[in-house]
């Protein structure tokens, strides 16, 4: 069933803040734009704070259609010039594609545009843009804290007090400084490049291995360009950025672990798709290095996993990307890169068709 249609600007439902969903027919008055909206209300609440819902509801006319009714949702983007999309937003795919024959911009408040959008969109000249940048900074910063609580050994010192063990015993072994340190990094896209600010004011020497990266952006970021093993053998923190493509599966395996320094920390905030976990888990059962995972083969990670029980290994439940912050700064940027599009102005976040092919 179709959308209840209604003047611009009435409410449809209660939302987040003071401005609803609407819906219009794509021939309303004054109308500068009939924009879609396939996201759930929850996801609306989650991403787009009032001042960027109000923005929107000046651009044009806003149409909200369930991602759970395929009918509502075909019949507004037919409608549409623009479409918002995000986390648990109906899948763009090449029938509805085919059926939207308006539509010229894609703003997916949410990271990756793959699976979520069929490639024909670029096929067909719509424009794409999408929210990575802003999940990035939420990645990177968690990145951060997870290297510098491993260094400084800050799980195992809390573990140890609340267990009533003897000050002078957990003072024995003291933490390492990320000052100066050699930091490896795999892979140099959106998140490791937020990361790789953020980890300047500590001065390390990073290294980087990226079949992608071209020799002068290495040299414009001050990192090393070297092959996977020798950033593994020469790296006292390894962080993990490689994106999900053919060419990354199980990228990091038993032969660059065993590389990995006595005491040296591993991080994954990325994705478990390019790890070989089978091969992780006897290193660190060793206790040789340690390591925060963010991300596993199967989620959510069985109670009963053998990586909860190192006293070694951080573990976090696919946290790295979300924030209250980050979660509004994603709609708000792609609201904005709506009002670009609209104005005519380049965009900040495009992704082309060209970039699609080696992006998570």
Not at 44 to 55: L, N, T
Not at 112 to 126: T, Y
Not at 221 to 242: C, M, P, W, Y
Not at 313 to 326: L, N, R
Request: charged letters at 20%; aromatic letters at 6%; one cysteine or more.
């Amino acid at each position: 069933m179709a959308p209840t249609a209604c003047v611009k600007g009435q409410a449809v439902g209660a939302t987040r803040g003071t401005i609803p969903f609407v819906t219009s027919s794509r021939n309303a008055p004054g109308a500068e734009a009939q924009i879609a909206v396939l996201i759930p209300k929850s996801t609306w609440e989650q991403v787009i704070p009032p001042d960027a819902a109000e923005r929107l509801s000046r651009l044009g006319a806003v149409a909200h259609a369930d991602p759970a009714s395929p009918e509502q949702v075909r019949d507004v983007l037919s409608q549409a010039d623009v479409a918002l999309t995000g986390w648990k937003s109906a899948k763009v795919t090449a029938d509805l594609l085919e059926a939207a024959p308006h539509l010229k911009l894609i703003a997916h408040t949410a990271g990756s545009v793959k699976g979520p959008i069929d490639p024909s969109a670029w096929e067909r000249g719509i424009t794409v843009t999408h929210a990575a940048a802003m999940i990035a900074d939420a990645v990177a910063e968690m990145t951060l804290l997870l290297e510098l609580l491993c260094l400084r050994r800050v799980h195992e010192l809390d573990r140890g007090m609340r267990a009533g063990k003897p000050w002078s015993e957990l003072r024995e072994r003291p933490g390492e400084l990320l000052a100066g340190k050699t930091v490896g990094l795999v892979g140099l896209g959106y998140v490791a490049r937020k990361h790789l600010a953020l980890l300047r004011p500590f001065h390390p020497q990073v290294l980087v291995f990226d079949p992608y990266l071209d020799d002068a952006v290495a040299r414009e970021q001050g990192v090393r360009k070297v092959d996977l093993e020798t950033l593994f053998r020469e790296s006292r923190v390894i962080s993990n950025h490689a994106p999900i493509t053919p060419e990354t599966k199980g990228l990091i395996g038993a032969q660059q672990l065993k590389l990995i320094q006595p005491g040296a920390v591993f991080v994954n905030t990325a994705r478990a798709y390019t790890v070989d976990y089978t091969a992780l888990l006897p290193e660190l059962q060793t206790g040789r290095f340690y390591a925060a995972l963010d991300v596993f083969e199967k989620e959510p990670l069985d109670p009963g996993s053998p990586f909860l029980t190192l006293p070694n290994v951080v573990v976090t439940p696919h946290e790295a990307g979300h924030s209250v912050d980050s979660h509004l700064a994603q709609g708000r940027a792609m609201v904005e890169e709506i009002e670009r599009f609209l104005r005519g102005e380049p965009l900040q976040y495009q992704v082309t068709k060209e970039q699609l092919a080696i992006m998570a």
